[in-house]
T-cell receptor
Framework: GAVVSQHPSRVICKSGTSVKIECRSL??????MFWYRQFPKQSLMLMAT?????????EQGVEKDKFLINHASLTLSTLTVTSAHPEDSSFYIC?????????????FGPGTRLTVL | AQSVSQHNHHVILSEAASLELGCNYS??????LFWYVQYPGQHLQLLLK??????LVKGIKGFEAEFIKSKFSFNLRKPSVQWSDTAEYFC????????????FGAGTRLAVHP
């Protein structure tokens, strides 16, 4: 299957700083990527849909000014958590939709664990 | 709002035992259904999916799932588990068609003891 990477895998930052997480599709082009957030022992919650060359579509309740998404190329989407606070600590997972596959299957990255002190 | 519920948060089995993980969703329209697995330290991987046709779908590694529309259920089964099946299992639903906008259940952590 297609490969999706995320960088960094783990980040610790101080409250008030901004953190950028990268999501890359390594062997395919993805016009659409998705960003999820997972709290401990809870499900993945879709935060936003990232579309190459256009603005991201955010789910209800997700602050677009807090979680900035940029999908500047067909293989890279970035999520920037601005002015991070301890409540933003979570596991962030991206996925990329492979249009070569039947029904445009989503392939998931390994996730990024963010800890805000 | 649409939701997915998985009945068991943590399941412990011995090798060769049979497995059934429950999944129910709340949505009255057409859905696409998925089971994903996450092995320790690895990415989420697709186990199997239902889009249309035969409601009994077979996936990788001997897993299968049955879509029962009247019960809004998509339970995952395996007749005989192995230690290597130790992982977290997520049920997911898409109401937007295909793999768009997946709604995930909370996950079930399966531990298989030798």
């Amino acid at each position: 299957g297609a490969v999706v990477s995320q960088h960094p895998s783990r980040v610790i930052c101080k409250s008030g700083t901004s953190v950028k997480i990268e999501c890359r599709s390594l062997d395919f082009q993805a016009t659409t990527m998705f960003w999820y957030r997972q709290f401990p022992k809870q499900s993945l919650m879709l935060m936003a849909t990232s579309n190459e060359g256009s603005k991201a579509t955010y789910e209800q309740g997700v602050e677009k000014d807090k979680f900035l998404i940029n999908h500047a190329s067909l293989t890279l989407s970035t999520l920037t958590v601005t002015s991070a606070h301890p409540e933003d600590s979570s596991f962030y997972i991206c996925s990329a939709r492979d249009q070569r596959s039947p029904y445009n299957e989503q392939f998931f990255g390994p996730g990024t664990r963010l800890t805000v002190l | 709002a649409q939701s997915v519920s998985q009945h068991n948060h943590h399941v412990i089995l011995s090798e060769a035992a049979s497995l059934e993980l429950g999944c129910n969703y709340s949505y009255g329209g057409t859905v696409n259904l998925f089971w994903y697995v996450q092995y320790p330290g690895q990415h989420l991987q697709l186990l199997l999916k239902y889009f249309s046709g035969d409601p009994l779908v077979k996936g990788i590694k001997g897993f299968e799932a049955e879509f029962i529309k009247s019960k809004f259920s998509f339970n995952l089964r395996k007749p005989s588990v192995q230690w290597s099946d130790t992982a977290e299992y997520f049920c997911a639903v898409s109401i937007s068609g295909g793999y768009n906008k997946l709604i995930f259940g909370a996950g079930t952590r399966l531990a298989v003891h030798p």
